[in-house]
């Protein structure tokens, strides 16, 4: 999960990610596991194959997934998150691959995948980036392709936090190439108080 300020960071490109990741206080988002409704997923079964994690910050959904002896890859834009991420999978000896790269450009790995995750990157980007984004996760999707989506909520109170989501945003986002299964009200866990935030949790399938 991504995007601490009250302003989306697709909206600010002087926002540097790695300084995010320079260790000088808790991010909200990095709370070194993976998100409860993440593993509700896993524990159900519904994450196969190989399994893309976009925005994967330090790594903690890819590290699950390669947990479960699930092909796990993992790609943000910060080196800095992508560098701890991959001193996580050393220390717990689990074999995950971990990629620098914008979630912009997927295309570039040349490569398709049978699950895709996203925990709290959608909300960064603007309503120009939005389009590039789904774009792109077409370019690693193929029919049948199962993306799990979790972004901010317009149900959260206040104006702290990433931009908010509503429900009809994600459905227009994915109206084209996706079928979307369900979109349902979850929480994020954060490290900050209350220590949760109101999410959408969307689940879609490449058709």
Known sequence: MTGASTEPAGQRPDH???????????????????????????????LRGRVLDAGCGTGE??????????DATGVDISGRAIGIAQRKAEDRGLSVRFIAMDALQLGE???????????????????????????????VSRPGTHLFLACFSDQEPGDWGPR????????ASFASGWSIDSIQ???????????????WLMTATRV
Do not use: K, N
């Open 16 to 46: 540097d990610w790695d300084e995010a990741y320079s260790g000088s206080g808790p991010l909200p988002w990095d709370t070194g596991r993976p998100q409860p409704m993440f593993v509700a997923l896993a524990d159900a079964g519904q």
């Open 61 to 70: 959904h890819a590290l699950m997934v390669a947990a479960r002896g699930m």
């Open 109 to 139: 790995l040349d490569e398709v995948f049978d699950t895709v995750l996203d925990s709290g990157l959608f909300h960064c980007f603007t309503d120009e980036q939005r389009d590039q984004y789904v774009s792109s996760l077409g370019d």
């Open 164 to 171: 908010r989501v509503r429900e009809d945003e994600l459905r």
């Open 185 to 199: 009200a979850a929480e994020f866990d954060i490290t900050i108080a209350p220590s949760t935030a109101r999410a």
